[in-house]
C-alpha cells in the first residue's frame, strides 16, 4: 500500500520496536508518524523537524526516543509516542547525515559531512566526546564541493564498537 502524505522526497525510515509506528523523514524538513498497522497508512501526526533535509530518524532501543537529524547541522531529540520537541543538540558545523543510538547506555552518537562523530548524553544533551571519521570525507577541487561524510553508523549489540561508512573515492560528485 503506498503512504501518501510527504510532498517531497522522502529519506529515511524507522519503525517503532513495540507499537509498529512508522517514522519517515523527508527533504522538506518534515517527520510524518505512520499507523504501521493501519489497512490505509494515514499520517497521525506531522513534525516541522528541520530547515532542509531530515537525514536520519531513528529510534531509541527502548521505544522512548526519537532522534532526527538534518541538513541544518542540528540533531533533535523527540518523544517517540506524542512528538514532543525534548532536546536540540548543538555543534556540528556541517550536515549531520546520521545518528545511532548506543545499545544499553543513555547515549547517541552522530555523524556528519566532515566525518566528526560526537558522541552525547541524552539526559544532559552534552557532547562527551568527539572521534574522527575525516577519511570519509573530501573536498572535491574540479566539482568544487565538499563530498563523502558519514552516511551510516551502527553499534556492536554490546555497544563496544562503533562502525562507520561513506564513500570518498567517487568520479561524480
Request: charged share 15%; glycine share 10%.
Amino acid at each position: 500500500t503506498p503512504l501518501v502524505g510527504h510532498e517531497s522526497w522522502v529519506w529515511t525510515l524507522a519503525f517503532h520496536p513495540t507499537t509498529g509506528t512508522l517514522y519517515s523523514g523527508s527533504y522538506d524538513g518534515r517527520v510524518l508518524f505512520w499507523d504501521g498497522a493501519a489497512d490505509t497508512p494515514a499520517p497521525t501526526r506531522t513534525l516541522e523537524a528541520h530547515q532542509g533535509w531530515v537525514r536520519t530518524v531513528k529510534v531509541s532501543p527502548d521505544g522512548n526516543l526519537l532522534a532526527t537529524c538534518g541538513n541544518d547541522n542540528l540533531v533533535r531529540l523527540w518523544n517517540a509516542a506524542d512528538g514532543t520537541h525534548l532536546n536540540t543538540l548543538t555543534g556540528h558545523a556541517n550536515h549531520v547525515y546520521n545518528l545511532a543510538f548506543h545499545p544499553t547506555l543513555p547515549r547517541l552518537v552522530s555523524g556528519d559531512l566532515k566525518g566528526v562523530v560526537r558522541e552525547w548524553d541524552l539526559a544532559s544533551g552534552e557532547e562527551l566526546r568527539q572521534f574522527d571519521a575525516s577519511p570519509l570525507w573530501k573536498y572535491d577541487a574540479g566539482f568544487q564541493a565538499d563530498i563523502g561524510g558519514v552516511r551510516s553508523m551502527a553499534f556492536s549489540a554490546d555497544g563496544k564498537h562503533l562502525a562507520c561508512g561513506g564513500i570518498t573515492e567517487v568520479s561524480n560528485a
